[in-house]
């Protein structure tokens, strides 16, 4: 069963950029599409990006041309570099995994199984 830690959140002021990464544990290579998710104060958890086990990336269009998701597989490590922050981008940030035979479910939280415990990225205007 795979175990994700994020780490990389912080506080920065609107126009600046923060790294997100999520470290894979018990985690092969192609056997899941991997996601970042955020969830702001009384908000629902909203998809920000997602890589598929072939490397296909997708965004959300609030973060297109903005955020960056990508993968080192000799590290286990997903990322997500984030550019330009705007304080509408304020929330907790999660990295899942979906298995990959189920990749092709819609891509919404309740279908991703494995969790990670969440990073906060607070951005000021």
């Known amino acids: 069963q795979v175990r994700l830690a994020e780490s990389g959140g912080g506080s920065v002021q609107a126009g600046g950029s923060l790294r997100l990464s999520c470290v894979a544990v018990?985690?092969?290579?192609?056997?899941?599409?991997m996601a970042w998710f955020r969830q702001a104060p009384g908000k629902e958890r909203e998809r920000v990006a997602t890589i598929d086990y072939d490397g296909s990336t997708s965004y959300a269009d609030s973060v297109k041309g903005r955020f960056t998701i990508s993968s080192d597989n000799a590290k286990n490590t997903l990322y997500l570099q984030m550019n330009s922050l705007k304080p509408e981008d304020t929330a907790m940030y999660y990295c899942?995994?979906?298995?990959?035979?189920?990749?092709?479910?819609?891509?919404?939280?309740?279908?991703?199984?494995?969790w990670g415990q969440g990073t906060q990225v607070t951005v000021s205007s």
């Open positions: 899942a995994a979906l298995t990959r035979d189920y990749c092709h479910w819609p891509l919404v939280a309740a279908n991703f199984a494995y």
């Open positions: 018990e985690y092969a290579h192609g056997m899941y599409c």
